[in-house]
């Protein structure tokens, strides 16, 4: 049996504010065995031991929105990229997401079951992922590409299913297509978006008898949760009155739709990176035309209406959407989530504890416990001191998924 002892150091578990000095974690082949002091542990014979020199340890962290498969969703790359080139250039993003310490995601769209195959079967480094294949969009939504110019910039193939659905009937058999493609969530755009060509990210999609019908279909899967990228305070009202159980984005939410979450329980993934860099990148004229008064416009009232949902009581947990910005920046999240009221420990369990139940998989990982996965970062700065540093690159010298170290620069 394999083990490894990972001893001298600060563990904070991600279970509220416990926090272990000079504590250790013994783990055997992919299990979390046993926690405590190094004289306190039954070490096997032949235990591998590193000793992390009274660094940090926490549990690996979770990223609830993420797009592993894309590069910035330019359009132009579907017309000009071959096929194989969105997976290898996937490949990078993964190592990179894995490196920078986030060791579970839940992927918003276009990471397919092969990805989840081969990424589970060892083949290449990537985080442990739960897909949603394909959104959900109306013609003329946020995941309608085509162009007034006549050309459809959709990216479909076997195993990725067409978006684009209207009416009842036509939502309920999408939905069917995409969970018979593998989706363990359902995504479905209830809004327009920020890099959409053809509307705005306050606008209104899909009637409510579309939106009963998709959650009507993933419950009757055995009850696979729903997911919806909204940014207008209908659409996430609507979305939160057909049972759907978490709203990403959040831009123009209210105090309705605020009131209306926090009595659903409906989780609440602000996606910071995303709004914050693309603010960025469209000021300094790095995004298409059609989106960039968008990006600018939308990132202050994206903050104060994320301070008037913490404020409310609203179940926020953390997630990117990397893949529309850079990949393996994601742990700025959550010095953002700090910037609206949370703490830093609170902001943690944004990212591990609360976003592995977002994820139901509350049993498995999210915490540092005995018997859970051994999904363990190991860092150089107190993040209770400074948050921020969780983002850099240098400050994450080890991380361990599964059981098996894929980074160790310590």
């Not at 082949?29 to 660094?55: A, F, M, R, W, Y």
């Not at 690996?60 to 194989?84: C, Q, R, V």
């Not at 329980?265 to 990148?281: A, E, I, M, Q, S």
Request: aromatic share 6%.
């Amino acid at each position: 049996m394999k083990s490894l002892l990972i001893t001298n150091g600060t563990i904070i578990s991600g279970n509220g504010n416990e926090i272990l000095q000079n504590g250790s974690i013994l783990i055997e082949n992919n299990i979390i065995k046993d926690i405590g002091s190094k004289n306190t542990l039954n070490i096997p014979e032949n235990c591998e031991i590193i000793d992390v020199e009274e660094s940090f340890i926490l549990p690996g962290f979770i990223d609830t929105h993420i797009h592993l498969m894309s590069n910035g969703f330019k359009m132009e790359d579907t017309m000009y990229n071959p096929l194989a080139l969105h997976f290898y250039q996937a490949l990078e993003n993964m190592k990179y997401t894995l490196e920078a310490g986030v060791t579970s995601v839940r992927d918003a769209g276009l990471a397919d079951i092969g990805v989840k195959k081969a990424s589970q079967m060892g083949l290449f480094p990537a985080p442990r992922m739960q897909i949603s294949v394909m959104p959900l969009s109306i013609s003329g939504g946020h995941f309608d590409f085509y162009l007034n110019s006549g050309f459809d910039m959709n990216l479909s193939y076997p195993g990725l299913p067409k978006s684009i659905c209207d009416g009842p009937d036509e939502v309920r058999k999408r939905s069917r297509e995409v969970l018979r493609a593998g989706a363990e969530v359902l995504k479905v755009m209830v809004t327009g978006g920020v890099m959409s060509a053809n509307d705005r990210p306050e606008f209104t999609q899909f009637t409510m008898g579309e939106l009963k019908a998709v959650v009507e279909e993933a419950q009757f899967r055995g009850g696979i949760n729903v997911m919806a990228h909204a940014h207008g305070a209908e659409g996430i009202k609507n979305a939160v009155k057909a049972g759907i159980y978490s709203i990403e984005h959040g831009t123009y939410v209210d105090k309705e739709a605020c009131h209306m979450m926090s009595e659903a329980g409906t989780y609440l993934v602000p996606t910071f990176v995303v709004t914050n860099l693309n603010r960025k990148k469209a000021l300094e004229g790095k995004l298409p035309e059609y989106s960039r008064k968008g990006a600018i416009e939308i990132a202050k009232v994206h903050k104060e209406n994320m301070e008037m949902a913490y404020d409310l009581g609203v179940n926020i947990v953390a997630g990117t959407d990397c893949g529309v910005v850079e990949h393996g920046v994601n742990l700025l999240e959550l010095s953002y989530l700090c910037e609206i009221g949370m703490e830093p420990m609170e902001s943690i369990q944004a990212a591990t504890k609360n976003a592995a139940k977002c994820l139901g998989w509350q049993d498995m990982v999210g915490t540092i416990e005995k018997e859970k996965f051994a999904d363990i970062v190991v860092v150089k700065k107190d993040p209770l001191d400074d948050i921020r540093s969780l983002s850099s690159k240098k400050n994450i010298l080890i991380v361990i998924k599964d059981g098996k170290i894929y980074k160790n620069i310590l």
